[in-house]
């Protein structure tokens, strides 16, 4: 199958985790991407950070891995920074909405950032595919253990289509 959707055929990950149980709620396939600009101080995957790094991997069989594999919630694709490879998050969160899944997606850009474009328009309409965004940059000095699938308190479990529709973020009230 080829994808159409937009001319991209590839995506460039560190790896996948076929059943974590610490991504998000429920056993998600967890796809890590390669390449991140944020650079946090305290970054636990720096070995994601440089773009060219990683593995290539075509979307079909991304999608493929997606399809196939059983008794998941989710899918939560991480990092690295996602949102630098836009189309893969489309292709990827619609093979799981397919499925009757939900879409998290990590990021070290805000909620409001990625909404004045500064990640690009593909990732804006990438917002419109996904469920869940884990928003902002790990920060060290805000480092804390009650944040639930969050490192640090800045970051936000932000509820993407209620923020879509509200025109500004909105947290999830509950998992
Ligand atoms: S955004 Fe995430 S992957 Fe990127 S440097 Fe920050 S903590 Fe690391």
Redesign the pocket.
């Known amino acids: 199958m080829e994808n159409t959707t937009s001319g991209t055929t590839k995506a460039r990950i560190a790896g996948m985790v076929k059943h974590s149980s610490v991504d998000g709620p429920g056993v998600r396939f967890t796809v890590f991407f390669q390449g ?1 600009p ?3 101080p305290g ?4 070995e ?2 440089d773009p060219a790094g990683g593995e290539e991997i075509s979307l079909d069989e991304l999608i493929e891995e997606i399809r196939k594999t059983r008794y998941l919630d989710g899918i939560t694709l991480s ?3 996602p949102l630098l490879q836009p189309r893969a998050v489309i292709a990827a969160a619609d093979a799981a909405h397919a499925k009757g899944l939900t879409v998290w997606c ?3 850009w805000t909620f409001e950032e990625i909404m004045k474009g500064s990640a690009g328009p593909d990732a804006v309409e990438a917002l419109n595919h996904m469920d869940v965004l884990v928003d902002g ?2 920060r060290m000095e805000l480092l804390s253990r009650e944040c639930i699938y969050r ?1 640090s308190s800045n970051q936000r479990l932000v509820d993407v289509p209620a923020s879509l529709s509200a025109g500004a973020a909105r947290e999830v009230k509950s998992l």
Do not use: A, L, S
């Open positions: 991140c944020h650079h946090c970054c636990h995957n720096p994601t950070w990092g690295g920074d990590y990021t070290g940059p790990f490192g």
